[in-house]
């Protein structure tokens, strides 16, 4: 079978030239994925200042959080430093020729450092010295050798190791999902084109477990070639991604690619798998294969659907809903992309899946206008979609894949950046901004509050912590937020209705909380509170106040001054002015100007520098997804426009009969046409389908509203896109197929 096997792939060229396609960029995909992941995981970051020392010790910038991903720790946003008194004690364990203390930022509180070198001994074995430095560290502290000594000096580069880990690996399993469904898809109209060849097979005496395992050495010869191919290309998309998400502050600077040998292996065993995993579909149809159909002069399809296939798309269709589900009904704001997300990806696999069976209804709808708009040409094409119901379903699988994938990942994301943003419009309730280059004076805050107009000026500090004790459980285990506030002016510059107790009383070590996140601890105004900072050290505060706000407020409020300490600047450099009814905004931002004219340092500008402060940050962030869904999108084009241009180059037999029989090249051309709008159409309609189906809960939930935020010109782009690619994709190799006089083509080799 393998001699047969490799004897195929030589006289059946084009066939296997567009399976080798779809598995080659399968696996481009996979392997600049697993590129990105070995990058997060390493976090190698070249040492400057530090490039002297052999072992660094320094602050865990992650924190295993309750509630958390253990994989995916949270991120600590401000630099947990250490205990100074840590380097006598280094310096005196053997081996250690020379210690240094690190400041890399900030100014640090008393008795702290960021970082401590450590120079081992000429002699000394580095491995047995970090064993030794490491017996000495508590579990907040940790040594770093090799290229890991530059996240000592680059604190971001933890947040890179989780970020792009976390990203690389949940479009890894979007990818993998897809990539098989378009190996699958191309393998199955592979099939449905040699179908004869098949059956003959058969009829000569082949079983059907031989022709099963002639199928899956076909696919396991160019999944070896395709997966090799693609080395070089993964390994520099993988790069360019990296440098892209650097670029855009998502990934930090200075940290090093790396691919090696290890994820390249994964993901070349990953791709042939996905492979092989696509190729047992098509492997059982072949094998079901009937002899008697060898001697049949057509070969239309006698089943609609495969029994597994049906339960693999109602399996799908059934995770998509229950994706939904848990969207709408459990998560809430931030969270709610974490589960709608995969829902688009299933929904339009599962839909896909029921191509075949959704195609006779969509052709059933569309047979009248076609017919009446195309003449005897339309009529033609109606008859060929319903007689090659497997092959059509083969062509239309990655038009609903390419429209769902695209429209749902895309206008799932802008609405839930139109739900963000109005979220935090209304967090705000400032109308200027006073920011300083250095420490505020706090007594230019009452000096604010004296000017007329003003009805509340606050420090502002903002920061990330955790509730240690009592036990609590986080958004996502990400933290809460913490916002440093000036108590006599909270009221007027927060979101919040006091319920019990006073903001005015937010002084020293004091706290106030969301009324339902106190019933949830079970504490009280007066009672005790355990918070990590987000400088990784515990502090104990008393609850001074209870407020309602809205569902997605996710804040404890705190003295400005006390949070400030505990971030890495250790002081407030922003204050916050909100204006009594009736004050003009440009009024109050022209009096604060006046008022800190003859201040060196200081900038006065109104609430719209908050805007486009959140703006700027959610468009790096967005821009980490839409990156990963142009690839999945790139991908699913790449699939479509290979199915069709194979589907169509492999008519030419039938074009040549038609030709013979009277049709013009003319009328053969406007019948491809035909059936390719009707594809288009009926892919789109199902895409668009698979979509809707996420997207209008989600926009129900976030933003009250049936109709998902964004632009309906993406949509329309999108629909554009699809028509061009599919008109072009199947014009293009009929006019190519045609251009033979019509004799030879009806004798060639389908």
Not at 257 to 267: L, R
Not at 378 to 400: E, H, K, Q, Y
Not at 408 to 419: H, K, W
Not at 636 to 643: D, E, L, Q, V
Request: charged share 15%; aromatic share 6%; glycine share 10%.
């Amino acid at each position: 079978m393998l001699q047969l096997a490799l004897r195929t792939l030589r006289f059946r060229t084009g066939t296997f030239v567009a399976a080798f396609l779809a598995m080659f960029f399968a696996a481009i995909v996979l392997m600049a994925c697993g590129g990105l992941i070995e990058t997060g995981i390493r976090a190698a970051a070249p040492p400057q200042q530090l490039s002297a020392a052999d072992v660094v010790v320094a602050g865990d910038q992650a924190h295993h959080a309750p509630g958390g991903d253990e994989d995916e720790p949270a991120i600590l946003p401000e630099r947990v430093r250490i205990d100074a008194g840590l380097e006598s004690v280094i310096s005196a364990l053997p081996g250690v020729q020379e210690t240094k203390t690190y400041v890399f930022e900030g100014s640090p509180p008393a008795g702290t450092v960021d970082a401590i070198g450590v120079v081992a001994e000429p002699s000394a074995d580095v491995d047995e010295l970090r064993e030794r430095i490491d017996a000495e560290l508590d579990g907040e502290t940790l040594t770093l050798v090799g290229d890991e000594r530059g996240r000592a000096e680059l604190r971001d580069a933890t947040a890179t190791s989780v970020n792009v880990v976390s990203l690389a690996g949940v479009f890894s399993a979007f990818a993998l999902l897809v990539s098989v469904f378009g190996v699958a898809s191309m393998l199955g109209l592979s099939i449905a084109q040699r179908q004869k060849e098949l059956a003959l097979l058969r009829a000569i005496g082949a079983t059907p477990r031989q022709v099963r395992r002639l199928v899956l050495r076909e696919t396991l010869v160019l999944s070896l070639i395709a997966t090799a191919a693609a080395y070089f290309p993964g390994q520099f998309l993988g790069k360019f991604v990296f440098d892209f998400l650097a670029e855009q502050g998502i990934a930090t600077a200075g940290v090093a690619f790396h691919q090696g040998w290890i994820p390249s292996v994964a993901a070349m065993a990953v791709a042939i798998l996905a492979a092989l995993g696509g190729a047992l579909g098509a492997g059982r149809r072949a094998a079901r294969t009937k002899p008697s159909q060898a001697l049949a002069e057509a070969s239309l399809d006698d089943k609609v659907i495969g029994g597994w296939r049906v339960l693999a798309g109602l399996l799908f269709v059934g995770v998509g809903v229950a994706l939904t589900i848990v969207t709408v009904a459990v998560l809430s704001g931030p969270l709610a992309p974490a589960t709608a997300a995969p829902a688009v990806i299933v929904f339009t696999i599962g839909l896909a899946l029921l191509a075949p069976v959704l195609a006779k209804v969509m052709i059933f709808v569309v047979q009248w206008p076609v017919r009446a708009l195309g003449g005897l040409t339309g009529d033609l094409a109606v008859l060929n979609a319903r007689g090659r119901t497997s092959r059509l379903a083969a062509v239309m699988g990655p038009v609903i894949l390419l429209t769902g994938v695209s429209t749902g990942m895309l206008y799932l994301q802008t609405t839930n950046d139109a739900a963000d943003q109005e979220a935090f419009t209304n967090s705000i309730v400032a109308d200027a901004v006073v920011t300083a280059e250095d420490r505020i004076d706090p007594r230019l805050v009452e000096e604010i509050n004296q000017l007329p107009g003003v009805a509340g000026a606050s420090e502002y500090v903002s920061s990330t912590g955790f509730v240690e004790s009592p036990d609590d459980v986080s958004p996502m285990g990400e933290g809460w937020t913490l916002q440093g506030v000036t108590a006599e002016s909270a009221a007027a510059s927060t979101p919040v209705d006091v319920t019990a107790g006073a903001l005015a009383d937010l002084r020293g070590a004091t706290v106030a909380i969301e009324d339902g996140h106190a019933d949830t601890l079970g504490v009280g105004v007066g009672d005790p509170i355990t918070l990590r900072m987000g400088d990784n050290t515990f502090l104990d505060v008393t609850v001074a106040a209870l407020f309602s706000a809205a569902d997605d407020y996710d804040t404890l409020l705190l003295p400005a001054d006390t949070l400030a300490a505990h971030t890495t600047a250790g002081f407030p450099t922003r204050i916050l002015v909100s204006a009594q009814d009736g004050t003009d905004p440009e009024q109050l931002v022209a009096d604060l100007t006046a008022l800190t004219a003859a201040m060196d340092g200081l900038t006065v500008a109104d609430r719209e520098i908050l805007f486009d402060e959140y703006e700027e940050q959610k468009k790096t962030a967005s821009y980490a997804i839409y990156i990963m869904v142009l690839m999945l999108v790139g991908y699913s084009a790449i699939t479509m426009i290979n199915t069709l241009v194979s589907s169509t180059s492999a008519r030419q037999r039938e074009f040549g009969l038609q030709r013979l029989v009277g049709s013009t090249r003319r009328q053969v051309m406007q019948m491809v046409g035909i059936e390719a709008a009707i594809v288009a159409v009926t892919g789109l309609a199902l895409g668009t389908t698979a979509a809707l189906g996420i997207l209008v809960p989600v926009s129900i939930k976030r933003l009250g509203s049936v109709i998902p935020a964004g632009s309906p010109l993406v949509y329309l782009a999108i629909v554009a896109l699809v028509v061009l690619l599919t008109l072009g994709a199947t014009l293009l190799p009929a006019w190519q197929a045609t251009r033979g006089r019509p004799a030879e083509a009806a004798v060639s080799v389908e």
